[in-house]
Nanobody, 120 residues
Framework: QVRLVESGGGSVAAGGSLRLSCTAS????????MAWYRRAPGKQREFVAR??????TYRESVKGRFTISRDGAKNTVYLQMNSLKPEDTGDYYC???????????????WGQGTLVTVSS
């Protein structure tokens, strides 16, 4: 079984920075893609950023402010968030697509979420 553990959320004033991390561990697996989503209060979950191979994609509103990266050796994905705005407030969820080497199944996993609060 593969698990995701997130960390790095917190409270920051507008213009500040935070870095989120998410580590996958457990049964042997291949890591196919890693991403971040968020859910603002009272809204639906939305895509933030994804890294797959060498390709990075971002939500338009975070381009130039957020950077997604990964450490393959640690099976960890990071989200560096700079110039944070109040509208970035929400629960941030790690999303990972893997192939489980034990079952040979492709799985989509979600982290438990970490809260980011940006005050004006």
């Amino acid at each position: 079984q593969v698990r995701l553990v997130e960390s790095g959320g917190g409270s920051v004033a507008a213009g500040g920075s935070l870095r989120l991390s998410c580590t996958a561990s457990g049964s042997p697996f291949s890591n196919n893609a890693m991403a971040w989503y968020r859910r603002a209060p009272g809204k639906q979950r939305e895509f933030v950023a994804r890294i797959s191979g060498g390709r990075r994609t971002y939500r338009e509103s975070v381009k130039g402010r957020f950077t997604i990266s990964r450490d393959g050796a640690k099976n960890t994905v990071y989200l560096q968030m700079n110039s944070l705005k109040p509208e970035d407030t929400g629960d941030y969820y790690c999303n990972v697509l893997i192939t489980d080497h034990t079952t040979l199944k492709n799985l989509e996993l979600w982290g438990q979420g970490t809260l980011v609060t940006v005050s004006s």
